[in-house]
C-alpha cells in the first residue's frame, strides 16, 4: 500500500484539494493531509470520498488532519458533476455579491434576494447556484434567503458555498444550507455547465 503526507497549512484554497488531487493521481491508497482551517476540511475530505477514498478527519483549530484511505477498486480520475437528465439544460448561477447594482444597497440587497428568490422559474434547467464573495452571506443562519435557497435544493439545484469566502468573513460555523466548496468544484462546475449566469 502506497501512502503520502501532505502539508497543506498556509495553503489557499484550492490548493490542498489540487495537491490531493495529484498525489490520488499517482496512485496512492493511503493519504494524509494537514491542512490549518475547517473548510479545507470539507473541501479535502469531500474530494477525496468522491474519489472512493474512506475519510476520517481530526484537529482543531488551525491544524486539522485529513486521512483518506482506499481500497484497490477506487477510480483515480476526478468524478466530474453530472446533470439530473441528459435531457435538460444545465444552468449555473455565479452570485458574487450581497447586493445587485449601484446607487442605494439597500435596494441592491433586496434586489438579489428577489433574484435568489425568482430562480425557481427557471425549472429543472437550475442545476447548480454557486455563492462566492458577499454571496455566501445568503446561506448563513440569519439570512432572508434560507428558505428559498433550501426550496431550490429540494427542487434538485446544488448549492456551492465558497469555504474560503465563509472563512474570509468568519461564518463557517454560521452556514446553513449548501454543500461548503472550493474553487476546483466551482471551475468544474462551471466547465461543465451549459450556461452560466453571472451575478457580481
Known sequence: MSAERLDCRGLACPNPVLKAKESVEQ????????????????????FLTRMGFEVHSSGSDS?????????????????????????????AVLVATDRLGRGDDELGRKLVGNFIGTLKEMGTELWRVILVNGGVKFAVEGSESLDRLRELEESGA???????CLNHFGLLEKKRVGETTNMLDII?????????????
Do not use: H
Open 27 to 46: 496512485g496512492v491508497d493511503r493519504l494524509t493531509v494537514l491542512v490549518d482551517n475547517a473548510a479545507a476540511v470539507e473541501n479535502v475530505g469531500r
Open 158 to 164: 446544488t448549492v456551492l458555498v465558497c469555504g474560503t
Open 63 to 91: 491544524e486539522f488532519e485529513v486521512v483518506g484511505s482506499r481500497s484497490g477498486t477506487a477510480t483515480a480520475s476526478p468524478q466530474r458533476p453530472e446533470p439530473a437528465s441528459d435531457e435538460t439544460a444545465k444552468i
Open 188 to 200: 468544474t462546475a462551471m466547465q461543465v455547465a451549459d450556461k452560466v449566469i453571472s451575478i457580481t
